[in-house]
């Protein structure tokens, strides 16, 4: 229409209203308004796709849509809804699908659980089951926890799993072909609680440890362990697959410090150390020396403070420890929770600097192996130490000194029985004490 012309006009002078058709046929009854078309129902049907999602029409151009594998249809819009499984090729619901890790792939359920397999160990999907028709795994899970026994071909866990010069076996294999002094990861044997004459205290603290150290031959480890066993009255020999090359876990039995002091074991770690094996010298994740306390030595606020206190001085416990935290060691942070809701409790793992998993026992995970005598004494002490300088001083105790750490070395300075962590300490720069200006 040319500008300023009138428009047509019908009876009594009234524009005359524009007759609509459907674009593709011409019908001009039961139209509908589709964006710019008008269309009748059929040709609407043959033309457009209904969202199965949000019901809205849309021309029928294949690269706007998809359809998921039960026929539904969905808008460019919609689809976004959807996630495409890259086993079937299908579009699916976004919450059904999960995630393939040795492939990186997203799956539909359907798929995952026909052709997938669920590890047993860490939860997650993988397409191949690396474990046995018992015990399904992942790849990482198998190499990180199990072996392949070399005799009768079954899986076994690490914590069960012997070795020798010729391969890894599981329990039984092992014993059928080897005698020596030492067990099982598993094995507990009866406690067997030593004090000394000398100790005086009503209500004593315990102290058993772990020590782990390997870097020989399956025989020289065999040979050490038969020069060191003395019958399992003061500790015992385990397996421990963690340990590089061969080697074994040194378990005490709950012993006070004053009968660790009576006891030879600078003579045990030198005729382990003389036989080649090496516990600090494995790197700082290979070998750990744990050092448990009696759980009833302390009440649980006790404890609460120890935990407190490690984790706010990590940065001079790590010189302690010889090792900055590791995975088998993590030192807890409040992130602006509570004390009490962080500190001096089960935290879902062992591996803690601190741990609080076992009934009977704390254990003290952050140190470093060693073989050195006078290291491992002095790590010894210090626990001690620890349990005894807590069970005397309060919270507000601490605070009230501005520096606890000072405070906990002044305590260790002040007893003879701790001499040796006086001279650790010492070399370490840390019973420095602070003079005001």
Avoid at 364 to 382: D, H, N, P, Q, V
Wanted: glycine letters at 6%; charged letters at 25%.
């Amino acid at each position: 229409m040319v500008s300023g012309e009138t428009p047509p006009s019908g009876g009594n002078n009234q524009p005359m209203e524009a007759i609509m058709e459907c674009h593709i046929c011409g019908t001009t009854e039961e139209l509908e308004v589709y964006g710019e078309f008008h269309l009748c129902p059929d040709c609407r049907d043959e033309h457009l796709k209904q969202c199965s999602d949000c019901g809205e029409y849309f021309i029928d151009n294949e690269n706007d849509y998809v359809i998921d594998r039960e026929g539904n249809i969905y808008c460019e819009s919609c689809r976004e809804n959807l996630s495409y499984c890259e086993h079937c090729e299908e579009f699916s619901s976004e919450d059904d699908f999960v995630h393939i890790v040795d492939l990186d792939e997203y799956w539909c359920d359907s798929c995952a659980e026909n052709h997938a397999y669920h590890c047993d160990s860490c939860g997650d999907w993988t397409s191949e089951n690396c474990g046995d028709s018992d015990t399904t795994l992942c790849q990482g899970c198998f190499e990180a926890d199990y072996y392949i026994c070399d005799d009768c071909g079954e899986l076994v866990h690490n914590s069960d799993a012997m070795s020798d010069d010729d391969g890894t076996y599981c329990r039984s294999c092992y014993e059928s072909n080897h005698s020596n002094d030492i067990h099982n990861y598993s094995y507990e044997p009866y406690l067997n609680f030593l004090s000394s004459d000398k100790d005086d205290e009503k209500c004593l603290a315990y102290l058993g440890f772990e020590l782990e150290a390997g870097g020989v031959t399956s025989s020289e480890r065999n040979d050490i362990a038969d020069e060191i066993s003395d019958g399992e009255d003061t500790f015992y020999l385990k397996e421990d697959g963690s340990i590089p090359e061969y080697g074994f876990e040194l378990v005490s039995h709950p012993i006070t410090l004053k009968r660790h002091k009576e006891l030879d074991w600078a003579g045990v770690l030198r005729q382990m150390s003389n036989g080649g094996m090496k516990s600090h010298d494995l790197g700082a994740e290979s070998c750990g020396l744990h050092v448990h306390v009696s759980r009833n030595y302390l009440s649980s606020y006790k404890w609460l403070l120890i935990d407190w206190f490690i984790s706010k001085y990590q940065s001079q416990f790590e010189l302690i420890a010889r090792r900055k935290e590791t995975h088998w060691a993590r030192f807890k942070k409040s992130n602006g929770l509570p004390v009490k809701d962080v500190y001096g409790k089960s935290s879902g793992t062992r591996y803690q600097a601190v741990n609080f998993e076992n009934a009977n026992t704390v254990e003290f995970r952050l140190f470093r192996g060693t073989l050195k005598y006078s290291t491992f004494m002095a790590t010894l002490e210090i626990v001690d130490a620890l349990v005894h300088w807590a069970g005397q001083v309060s919270i507000s105790d601490i605070l009230s000194t501005g520096d606890a750490f000072q405070n906990f070395t002044a305590y260790i300075r002040s007893s003879s029985l701790y001499e040796n962590a006086v001279n650790y300490l010492n070399e370490l720069n840390l019973m420095e004490v602070k003079k005001c200006a």
